[in-house]
């Protein structure tokens, strides 16, 4: 690609400015109470402006922004391969409403796809039929052909990952929290004012379902920068320099510039794909 301006920071603060090969570990406990206080103010500070989301999975990431979004005073309906009945433990402990797959893509402004990848072609043909353009859709998802997924060939020939699950959805999305994993996202958010607060790249082609996005991110304690189009969305796709790094604005910044668009040998599938994350083939 050629040259190009740095990624843009949307919702500036005021006052100043998974290992790889592995997905993100699992969740055994609630957030931690180090900022607990600090999501007290956010949960009383926006509850006027709640948001309804849709979460299709209840895996790691899903699960996680369940969390998240409940704590912060926004309705949730979530969903999963199972059905409803299977999600009740995470009905007590979050509030979240278990829902279908339909029912989640229908419940309101932004709905979040955060499945295998390889399970998106099992997804209902008509899951967003009669869903109004407006709804924001973001795929959190990644590639882990030897891990897990097997080979897909568009991806493998360079189709950004995010662009194939738009294309198999038939429905724009924005590309987020895809690069950070699932216990960092629940416990190391941080106050806006507070210094070292990691930042996640949001990619997509409607700037208002970005800044949409861009929102959620900061309510949830981490600076979000705008990565372009869904285009420009392989610079956070693992392997980059971005992926599972934590790093700072201008780490993120640096990092999304740095990015090398031809996939890594680990990255792709070999005739033997897929194995497990303990073995991959």
């Known amino acids: 690609m050629a040259a190009e301006a740095a990624p843009t920071r949307v919702g500036a603060r005021q006052g100043r400015g998974p290992p790889q090969g592995r997905g ?3 969740l ?6 180090v900022h607990a206080e600090w999501r007290k103010s956010i949960f009383l ?6 948001m309804k989301i849709g979460i299709i999975g209840a895996g790691n990431i899903g699960g996680t922004l369940a969390r998240r979004f409940r704590e912060l005073g926004h309705e949730v309906f979530i969903a999963n391969s ?5 999600l009740t433990d995470l009905e007590n402990e979050t509030g979240a409403v278990a829902v279908t797959a339909h029912e989640a893509a229908r419940a309101g ?3 979040i796809v955060t499945i295998p990848e390889s399970k998106i072609p099992n997804l209902p043909a008509d899951l967003f039929a009669g869903v109004p353009d407006d709804t924001v859709v973001v795929d959190t998802g990644n590639y882990y052909p030897r891990q897990r997924d097997g080979r897909i060939g568009p991806i493998e020939e360079g189709v950004p990952e995010s662009q194939w699950v738009s294309d198999r959805l038939g429905r724009p999305v924005v590309k987020a929290f895809n690069n950070i994993y699932a216990d960092h996202l629940l416990k190391k958010g941080k106050p806006a004012t507070a210094e070292g607060r990691i930042a996640l790249p949001v990619a997509g082609d409607d700037a208002n379902a970005k800044a949409k996005v861009l929102k959620l991110v900061d309510e949830l304690g981490f600076d979000g920068v705008d990565a372009g189009t869904l285009a420009d969305s392989w610079r956070q796709q693992p392997g980059s320099p971005v992926y599972t790094t934590d790093r700072d604005l201008e780490g993120v910044q640096q990092a999304l510039l740095a990015a090398v668009r031809e996939r890594r040998p680990e ?13 991959p083939r």
């Open 82 to 86: 199972r059905g409803p009945h299977t």
């Open 45 to 50: 500070s926006e509850a006027e402006t709640a």
């Open 24 to 26: 993100p570990p699992g």
């Open 109 to 111: 402004e932004v709905v």
């Open 267 to 279: 990255w792709r599938a070999t005739d033997a794909s897929p194995g497990d994350f303990d073995t």
């Open 28 to 33: 055994t406990e609630r957030s931690p109470g």
